[in-house]
């Protein structure tokens, strides 16, 4: 049998059956690209409009007490926020009955889970991702191991997925929480979960938003500038203040690749010296 | 941070679920309205003309020079990610901005299925680039 990596192979040596657009010089396509450039600027700016209306919804109460089964036990909706300001969780589909029980979630689900970026991002913007279905936690964390997912994923134990809409079918929640008050803030489902798993995807549907200082959003919601926030993802504890190196790229790009390569200049001098 | 709900002037309303849904049905208009205009600027991708590029364009990957050809290891369509490496400079000086792009890039299996390859292209010995995506836990090539 031919493995998918020699299939894949010879369909890269079939021609293009279908019918393919002009092919233009670089300069025309430039232009076209342009004209389509405009565009893409214009869906940008709309999906930033759009946030900054999530930004102005009202805010629901959670009056009632959820609770959940995590990796250790008995856990509150407020736990599930592990300390942070807000919380975004998903509603998975793993349980019996869905296709791929016990070894797999739903395969949507799953393409889903598989496009979860790196959550020490979001997590540096008081945001944790959390997802959570009906299968016990031994499954869960049998799921995790499998397939390499990392982000915590409860068990839902009462009526949690059919108050938040996601009972039928999947779901992000955003919550905030005020001290142990918590709030329900948005809703994204259907199609809009296909554009969900960057850390922006995360953020724009937070009531806070990327809580960066070019953002439209109601008077006193905390703002920093964008960019200097921004870290690897396994130094965001070891450097608790922006790099100066960082902020010198940040603020002078081009004086600060100047001196770069001055500092490479010099250390080639010493090398051959 | 301060605290929004009781002293900031733009404090948001509280509401109940049926209000909290009548706001939700609201903007879910301008959602969807969102969603299909991003479908039709795809769609308009789709048609844009193509321009003939060098098929035998040197790159080196891990077992020497390559072609761009075989850049796409097989596969009809090719997404190059161009990484800004700055040659000779440890990891902490890399570019944070590519570094944070790099690291949203998750499980490549699903576009492979689709006759979609994914990789990143830079400049400098690669040797060293391919150290830091070994040591950043990336996969692509």
């Known amino acids: ?153 409860y068990t839902i134990t009462d009526s949690f997925d059919l108050d938040f809409g996601v009972d039928q079918w999947h779901g992000h929640n955003a919550f905030i929480r005020d001290g142990d008050k918590v709030f329900r803030t948005y809703l994204i489902n259907g199609r809009g979960d296909e554009a969900m798993g960057t850390t922006w995807s995360y953020l724009d549907m937070t009531a806070l938003g990327r809580q960066e200082a070019w953002e439209d959003s109601p008077e006193g919601y905390p703002q920093t500038p964008p960019y200097k926030w921004w870290n690897w993802h396994d130094n965001y504890d070891a450097e608790t203040s922006v790099h100066p190196l960082w902020l010198d790229i940040l603020t002078d790009p081009e004086g600060a690749a100047a001196r770069r390569r001055e500092a490479d200049a010099k250390s080639c001098n010493c090398e051959s010296a | 941070m301060p605290n929004i709900v009781s002293d900031g002037s733009g404090a948001p309303r509280i509401v109940d679920r049926s209000a909290f849904h009548t706001e939700l049905d609201a903007l879910r208009v301008r959602e969807k309205a969102h969603t299909h205009e991003s479908d039709a600027i795809a769609a308009a991708r789709r048609r844009l003309p193509m321009v003939e590029v060098d098929e035998t364009t040197t790159l080196i990957g891990p077992h020497g020079p390559v072609t761009l050809l075989d850049a796409f290891e097989g596969r009809r369509q090719l997404i190059a990610y161009y990484f800004m490496w700055h040659t000779g400079h440890p990891a902490p000086e890399q570019c944070e901005g590519c570094t944070w792009v790099t690291s949203q890039v998750r499980e490549l299996s699903y576009i492979h299925s689709r006759d979609v390859t994914y990789a990143t292209f830079c400049q400098g010995p690669y040797e060293e680039s391919a150290r830091y995506r070994d040591f950043m836990g990336w996969e692509m090539p």
């Open chain 1, 1 to 153: 049998m031919a493995t998918n990596m020699e299939k894949d192979v010879e369909k890269g040596k079939e021609h293009l059956a279908m019918k393919t657009p002009q092919i233009v010089s670089q300069q025309e396509w430039e232009v076209a690209r342009q004209q389509l450039l405009a565009k893409e600027k214009a869906l940008t700016r709309s999906r930033d409009a759009l946030a900054a209306a999530r930004r102005r919804m009202p805010w629901m109460a959670v009056e009632k007490k959820y609770e959940f089964d995590g990796p250790n036990g008995k856990v509150s909706l407020l736990d599930l926020f592990e300390g942070r300001r807000q919380l975004v969780i998903y509603r998975a589909f793993f349980e019996p009955g869905v296709f791929g029980w016990p070894d797999h979630a739903c395969r949507g689900c799953s393409l889903g889970a598989d496009q979860v970026a790196h959550l020490a991002h979001l997590n540096a913007r008081d945001t944790t991702l959390a997802y959570a279905s009906r299968a016990p936690q031994p499954h869960i964390a049998r799921l995790k191991a499998r397939m390499g997912w990392e982000m915590p994923w």
